[in-house]
């Protein structure tokens, strides 16, 4: 079993920045060990906005994050962060942390964290 802990949400104003993490714990990852982030506003769906291979060679982000959000991974720590900038009002969201096989927008993502909030004022 594998535990995903986000932290690192916050109160920002628009243009300022903020950094997630996310801490893995549970079980030993494999060179296949993918690591997303996926945001749910209030009465929206719960959309992709960033994943990392194992390796952290590859990565993808959503159109509307690409440019001011940067996805990176420390192995030896088990950590995943998102590094946010330039925030907006429309970031404003519950991020939560996923882990999968394969990295990507529509990839599968067996395990979820339990999700950090970040909320941009104007």
């Known amino acids: 079993q594998v535990q995903l802990v986000e932290s690192g949400g916050g109160l920002v104003q628009a243009g300022g920045s903020l950094r997630l993490s996310c801490a893995a714990s549970?079980?030993?990852?494999?060179?296949?060990?993918?690591r997303g982030w996926f945001r749910q506003a209030p009465g929206k769906e719960r959309e992709f906005v960033a994943a990392?291979?194992?390796?952290?060679?590859?990565?993808y982000y959503a159109d509307s994050v690409k440019g001011r959000f940067t996805i990176s991974r420390d192995n030896a720590k088990n950590t995943v962060y998102l590094q946010m900038n330039r925030l907006k009002l429309e970031d404003t969201a519950v991020y939560y942390c996923?882990?999968?096989?394969?990295?990507?927008?529509?990839?599968?993502?067996?395990?979820w964290g339990q999700g950090t909030q970040v909320t941009v004022s104007s």
């Open positions: 549970g079980r030993t990852f494999f060179r296949s060990d993918a």
């Open positions: 996923a882990a999968g096989p394969v990295p990507g927008p529509g990839s599968r993502y067996d395990y």
């Open positions: 990392i291979s194992w390796s952290g060679g590859s990565t």
